[in-house]
């Protein structure tokens, strides 16, 4: 049966083949730019502040370079798509196919040494996720997914990701990178609650706590103010490899804020009826 045709710009869906195409073209823009983001990793890189004032916001060389080479991959080979960037902002375009890329999620990581920052790379069509890929390349390790499957690669192999059976949250292993992403109190709250009731909770980890999500290595991932690119390429990754991935209020993530993220239908829920209890 054929894709739909999108009703405002005439683009024809992808199918999984070229779902798949279109992902091996991102982990080799991610993959190439990998020894860009190596060059800086513990080498004492200049950072400097995009927020200024009391704020810190940290961005260096590398986060240039790195979106600098992957826009350059990607724009050779897909000149007609839209692009959104964390450090170059967005290119539009009349196609709904869009790129969107966080060169180095994790930046505070990187700068402190800690090998747990990632290059982000993710493809949408309107509002749908079609395909995601986070590349650590101090590690070795790229994880990819699709809406219907996931895998990571590492050392010229190939393993299936699938998501832990853990259903209650009394058993569940909690994530979030830092307690500070909560802003509102009823969020932070609704944190507490969760966290409250689960077996572990352990602060750190940025993207990679969304590839140990899809490894069953942890169950949930709560975290707030995520910006669009922060999340959109770790979606499919999650949900292809059996996870759920929403927003605060169940609704799509891909807008960023309040991300809820859980190895299996039943955990979510109880997660959100939880957090928003």
Partial sequence: ?????????????????????HLEA??????????IAL????????????AGGAQFDPVTSADREVEASIRSDLGRLFPGYGVLGEEQGVVESDSSLRWV????????????????????????????????????????ETFLGTREDAWLRRSGKEQALRTSTTSGLSSAILYCTHPSMFVRESDRSGFGRVAAASRMMRYGGDCYSYALLAMGQIDLVIEGSLEPYDIIPLIPIVEGAGGVVTDGQGGSAL????????????LHARALETFNT
């Fill in 1 to 21: 049966m054929p894709e739909p045709v999108d009703p405002d710009t005439g683009d024809r869906g992808l199918g999984s083949e070229e779902i798949r195409s």
């Fill in 26 to 35: 991102a982990v080799v823009a991610v993959e190439t730019a990998g020894p």
């Fill in 39 to 50: 060059r800086y990793f513990r080498s004492g890189v200049e950072v400097a502040n995009k």
């Fill in 101 to 140: 890329i966080d060169p180095i999620d994790g930046t505070r990581a990187f700068i402190s040494g800690v090998p747990l920052w990632g290059i982000l790379l993710g493809l949408t069509r309107g509002s749908e996720c079609l395909a995601g890929v986070m590349h650590q390349p101090y590690t070795g």
């Fill in 255 to 266: 807008g960023g804020g309040i991300v809820v993220a859980a190895a299996n239908p039943e």
